[in-house]
């Protein structure tokens, strides 16, 4: 994994300010767009996901010599993803609140990626 992190920091550097500054003017815009789509799927499933840590003894072994084992106990810490029910109520009026808030948003996404437009046509070759 860590062999592939200059390779992500070249292709992020691959942006040219322009893209850079309309991508960081519709951010809002598709945050809300995603919420809206992980709401939607959280409903029509009807409940979510939680995911705590747990640490648990076990029995393994440990090595003391080259073919030499010795019994011993240990500690893992595993993930244990539960269900969890879901407030549809909350739900349902956190989602009417982002589709009352989308049409500002896309608007303000327009005009941010104007104004990206117009400060950097003067720097353009």
């Known amino acids: 994994m860590l062999r592939y992190i200059p390779l992500m920091l070249l292709l992020v550097a691959c942006a040219t300010p322009q893209e850079r500054c309309i991508n960081d003017a519709a951010a809002p815009y598709r945050s809300a767009l995603k919420e809206r789509a992980k709401i939607a799927e959280t409903l029509a499933r009807g409940f979510t996901y939680k995911t705590e840590y747990e640490t648990r003894r076990v029995f393994s072994r440990s090595r003391i010599g080259p073919d030499t084992f ?56």
């Open 70 to 125: 010795v019994p011993c106990w240990d500690r893992e810490t595993v993930p244990v993803t539960k269900r969890i029910a879901v407030d549809a109520d909350a739900l349902r009026a956190r989602d009417a609140q982002l589709a009352r808030d989308l049409p500002n948003l896309q608007r303000a996404a327009e005009r941010g990626a104007y104004a990206c437009a117009q400060a950097f046509a003067k720097t353009a070759p």
